[in-house]
Structure formats: structure tokens, C-alpha cells
């Protein structure tokens, strides 16, 4: 490879499709792709941000997601959202 970066834009659907085929690929691709999901991560912090979401895990260890208009989500939390994510 020549060491280049190259740019490609998504919406954020198509970020959102593109971590859920990452998150059910071999250790091998996800190795190969840790930068592309770091930078995933990224995008969805900042989006969170920006949307004033809150996290927090509640009984039996479930994550409650409410954003700044009030709308909450309470479901399983993936593996990377545990911790820092």
C-alpha cells in the first residue's frame, strides 16, 4: 500500500450500517479496521453530543439513552459502549 488516506462521506445511516457489519466481522477484519472504527466512535460522540444525549446503565444492567428532546431508549448495551464509549 502506498500509506495515502483516503476520504469517503456516509450519512449517518449508512455510518450506523457500517458498524453493525463491523461489529459482526471476524477478529480479523476488525483488527485491519480498528482505525475506521475509532474514527466511527468519533462521529457518534460528537453526534450524541451535539443531540444532548445521556447515558446511564440502570438495574440489571441495562442502558437508558434519553436525548435532549426527552425521548428515551432503554436496551442491552453493546460491548464498546460499556466504559468510556
Known amino acids: 500500500m ?10 449517518g445511516y449508512e455510518m450506523g450500517v457500517l458498524m453493525g457489519v463491523m461489529m459482526q466481522s471476524d477478529e480479523v477484519s476488525k483488527r485491519a479496521l ?9 462521529f457518534k ?9 445521556t447515558k446511564e446503565i440502570v438495574p440489571g444492567g441495562m442502558l437508558r439513552i434519553t436525548d435532549k428532546d426527552g425521548n428515551v431508549i432503554t436496551r442491552a448495551p ?3 459502549e460499556v466504559g468510556d464509549n
Open 2 to 11: 502506498n500509506g495515502r488516506d483516503y476520504e469517503i462521506k456516509l450519512n
Open 45 to 53: 460522540k460528537q453526534f450524541e453530543e451535539e443531540a444532548g444525549v
Open 78 to 80: 453493546y460491548p464498546w
Open 34 to 42: 480498528k482505525p475506521v472504527w475509532g474514527q466511527l466512535i468519533a
